[in-house]
């Protein structure tokens, strides 16, 4: 196989006190973007996935942890974690090492898989040193999954019981207490195939002014499960900074995925506004800035900062040419990557992704996680092998003194 494109070249990177921050290029051989070779399957892909891991991954460690020690800096996560990974204690241990790596304040995590003990608070804002000795602190699956089908195939994947891990093999809580964490958000959505502890979370060392959480209206049956899927979102405030993690719908064709990243948008605008001194009501769609300080400049300045983290599903279209998207097109199994999602969002918020320009992210070469932030000025695109190669987590940085 011909060699990969490094991760790390970039046609414009940017400096934070000396550190660069760069964005890799689509990973893949170009040869299969040839159209008459057929695209590459899960084990291709995983292959040229790993080699770049193994040559880069350390790297970006590395580069997270030199930004972790940076005064006066301020760093959250986002990743989607997938959620049968937290059975592993590789996997698991993987995850908090990047958590602690990066050192940020607030962690989101999409497809997460949590404790029953905090599954049974859902939209609450909860202290994790009051959720250890719950009787429930345990992870299952599957529990009170809403398809049949799912809960038949994992109980069979598990010798016919449910797979527990128990509070005390697991530490789910106590790892996010020794990182210095204190607090939690979860919610479930409200038809969910994969169980009433599977969703998104947001996990803080400072207690928020508020949270918010709410359910997605649209949904999207699933024929491989039998069963309709929802979405959801969690958000906290702390002052005038509004955070909301989402994990929009997956399915590529139709209108369920734009319709609640449509919904989405009205919402976070909506809270923004609070803090404008207006009636809260739908805000006004802005053109979209090129940078977050454009934003915060422009005539959005009396709003809310507000960042936006999650699996959208679809692809930022200013991130690639015209090449690449035939190419990925090719990887998605011949079907167009979506951007609707993102369209709707820009359109919402006024600013485009901080992001913009991240080429790799998830399966099969594409990125489909993305941050609008007016608050955030970088971002670290880290590598980790605890998913599968199926999503990687995402940093974002603000710095008391940027040199661009």
């Known amino acids: 196989?011909?060699?990969?494109?490094?991760?790390?070249?970039?046609?414009?990177?940017?400096?934070?006190?000396?550190?660069?921050?760069?964005?890799?290029?689509?990973?893949?051989?170009?040869?299969?973007?040839?159209e008459e070779?057929?695209?590459p399957g899960p084990r291709e892909y995983s292959d040229m996935c790993r080699e770049v891991y193994e040559e880069f991954g350390d790297e970006r460690a590395q580069k997270a942890a030199e930004l972790a020690e940076m005064e006066g800096g301020e760093c959250m996560l986002y990743m989607n974690f997938k959620s049968h990974a937290i059975f592993g204690e590789e996997q698991r241990g993987k995850l908090f090492e990047v958590i602690r790596l990066a050192n940020p304040s607030v962690v989101c995590l999409s497809e997460a898989l949590v404790p029953v003990a905090l599954a049974t608070h859902a939209g609450q804002l909860c202290e994790l040193a009051t959720l250890v000795e719950d009787p429930?602190?345990?992870?299952?699956?599957?529990?009170?999954?809403?398809?049949?089908?799912?809960?038949?195939?994992?109980?069979?994947?598990?010798?016919?019981?449910?797979?527990?891990m128990q509070g005390a093999e697991g530490g789910w809580f106590e790892e996010f207490i020794k990182l210095g964490f204190e607090w939690v958000v979860f919610l479930s959505p409200l038809h969910c195939p994969y169980g009433r502890n599977w969703g998104n979370c947001m996990v803080m060392k400072h207690k928020p002014d508020e949270v918010r959480c709410g359910q997605l209206e649209r949904l999207q049956y699933k024929k491989v499960w039998d069963a309709s899927e929802s979405r959801c979102f969690v958000g906290a405030r702390y002052g005038d900074h509004i955070t909301v993690s989402v994990h929009l719908d997956d399915v590529p064709a139709g209108d369920v995925r734009t319709a609640q990243a449509e919904e989405l948008g009205q919402i976070v605008s909506a809270w923004r506004s609070e803090g404008s001194g207006s009636d809260g009501g739908e805000a006004e769609a802005a053109e979209p800035a090129e940078t977050p300080a454009a934003a915060a400049e422009g005539e959005g300045a009396g709003l809310r900062a507000v960042t936006l983290v999650g699996d959208m599903n679809a692809i930022n279209?200013?991130?690639?040419?015209?090449?690449?998207?035939?190419?990925?097109?090719?990887?998605?199994?011949?079907?167009?990557?979506?951007?609707?999602?993102?369209?709707?969002?820009?359109?919402?918020?006024?600013?485009?992704?901080?992001?913009?320009?991240?080429?790799?992210?998830?399966?099969?070469?594409?990125?489909?996680?993305?941050?609008?932030?007016?608050?955030?000025?970088?971002?670290?695109?880290?590598?980790?092998?605890?998913?599968?190669?199926?999503?990687?987590?995402?940093a974002l940085y603000q710095f008391a003194k940027v040199d661009v």
């Not at 046609?11 to 290029?25: A, F």
């Not at 049949?148 to 019981?161: I, M, W």
């Not at 485009?352 to 993305?370: A, I, S, Y």
Request: proline content about 8%; aromatic content about 8%.
């Open 317 to 394: 279209p200013d991130t690639y040419n015209e090449e690449e998207i035939v190419r990925l097109n090719k990887y998605n199994r011949g079907k167009p990557c979506p951007t609707d999602a993102i369209d709707a969002l820009t359109a919402a918020l006024g600013v485009v992704p901080l992001n913009t320009g991240q080429k790799f992210e998830c399966r099969f070469n594409k990125c489909v996680t993305h941050a609008y932030s007016t608050r955030y000025t970088h971002y670290l695109d880290l590598l980790t092998d605890a998913t599968d190669f199926d999503h990687q987590p995402l």
């Open 37 to 39: 070779i057929a695209p």
């Open 1 to 34: 196989m011909a060699a990969l494109a490094d991760p790390t070249a970039s046609s414009g990177s940017c400096l934070v006190e000396g550190v660069s921050l760069l964005t890799p290029q689509l990973i893949a051989d170009p040869k299969w973007g040839e």
């Open 136 to 164: 429930e602190n345990r992870i299952e699956q599957p529990y009170m999954a809403g398809s049949e089908v799912f809960a038949t195939k994992k109980l069979g994947q598990y010798g016919g019981s449910p797979k527990v």
